[in-house]
């Protein structure tokens, strides 16, 4: 059974930092691109970043570029949001989710809430 | 980037009725977009890709079409599970975007 687990989120300043994770299990991690899509309260869903499956390129939201920076470790079947810079506007649930080989997202976590707030 | 519109933003029906929910991107995208359902406090599902193909596991009541800059979900006979919110994305060019939205709701 695939599952997908956000963690770190949390309540940070604006202007702060905050690392995401996301564990990956029941499928070949390696394998698939990976993406972190995001939701404002009463909003709908916003795509934030995208990964290839080995790593080597990484796609991004305007309004996050320079600011956020995905990752993986495929030994560790795991997807990182790392975010800096943050401000009041990236408050949102943020999930973790699988890009299908139809290349829409047919897995996702249940996500994690981060607060950026002083 | 490419904007998708949905319409109508909100719609009231019932149990049985055929509910259509349409969404115009702004440049071509050949069949390049999914359909999602999301129920409060949960993550959006996927209910079609390639414009017109179901996921597995998503009931048959539910289809799409279109293809290029117009399409259409179409819930051919509404059930109680299916009153929801309903995106559209595309994934033609970065960035991907999500439609506004369309809220579907009891009558």
């Known amino acids: ?118 | 980037a490419i904007q998708l519109t949905q319409s109508p933003p909100s719609l009231s029906a019932s149990v049985g009725d055929r509910v259509t929910i349409n969404c115009r991107a702004s440049q071509g995208i050949r069949s390049n977009l999914g359909w999602y359902q999301q129920r409060p406090g949960k993550a959006p599902k996927v209910l079609i890709y390639a414009a017109s193909s179901l996921e597995s596991g998503v009931p048959s009541r539910f289809s799409g079409s279109g293809s290029g800059t117009d399409f259409t979900l179409t819930i051919s006979s509404l059930q109680p599970e299916d009153f929801a919110m309903y995106y559209c994305q595309h994934y033609n060019s970065y960035p991907l975007t999500f439609g506004g939205g369309t809220k579907v709701e009891i009558k």
Not at chain 1, 58 to 86: C, H, P, W
Not at chain 1, 96 to 101: E, F, G, H, N
Request: overall charge negative; hydrophobic content about 35%.
């Open chain 1, 1 to 118: 059974e695939v599952q997908l687990a956000e963690s770190g989120g949390g309540l940070v300043q604006p202007g702060g930092s905050l690392r995401l994770s996301c564990e990956a299990s029941g499928f070949t991690f390696s394998s698939d691109y990976m993406s972190w899509v995001r939701q404002a309260p009463g909003k709908g869903p916003e795509w934030v970043a995208n990964i290839k499956p080995d790593g080597s390129e990484e796609y991004y939201e305007d309004s996050v570029k320079g600011r956020f920076t995905i990752s993986r470790d495929n030994a560790k079947n795991s997807l990182y949001l790392q975010m800096n810079s943050l401000r009041v506007e990236d408050t949102a649930v943020y999930y973790c989710a699988r890009v299908s080989r139809w290349l829409v997202w047919s897995y996702w976590g249940p996500g994690t809430l981060v607060t950026v707030s002083s």
